[in-house]
């Protein structure tokens, strides 16, 4: 059992930056990949980026592909998402999500955190 608690939303300005985390309990968390979703009301939560287990691969969404940066710090039980030149339209209730594995990042994930609102303004 992973519990995740993510924290770093917040307001900013277009063109801003923040930094999520979201850390994570148990003593395994080098045995899971982890992701970053977003979701805005009456729409599906879509995938943002994902860090597989070692941290040596990522994947990127197209549209933060250049702008966000997914990282993790294995001894700290920790994992991050850098949001640079952040716009309007990356408004949403960011959540990030934990899969035990070691060999793929692809969804589905199996333990989620409750979620932390990021609101830029134009």
Do not use: H
Not at 1 to 16: D, K, M, R
Not at 75 to 95: G, H, I, R, W
């Amino acid at each position: 059992q992973v519990q995740l608690v993510e924290s770093g939303g917040g307001l900013v300005q277009a063109g801003g930056s923040l930094r999520l985390s979201c850390a994570a309990s148990g003593r395994t968390f080098s045995s899971y990949a982890m992701g970053w979703f977003r979701q805005v009301p009456g729409k599906e939560r879509e995938f943002v980026a994902a860090i597989s287990a070692s941290g040596r691969s990522t994947r990127y969404q197209d549209s933060v592909k250049g702008r966000f940066t997914i990282s993790r710090d294995n001894a700290k039980n920790t994992a991050f998402l850098q949001m640079n030149s952040l716009k309007p339209e990356d408004t949403a209730v960011y959540y990030c999500a934990a899969k035990l594995s070691v060999v793929t990042m692809i969804p589905p994930y199996d333990y989620w955190g409750q979620g932390t609102q990021v609101t830029v303004s134009s």
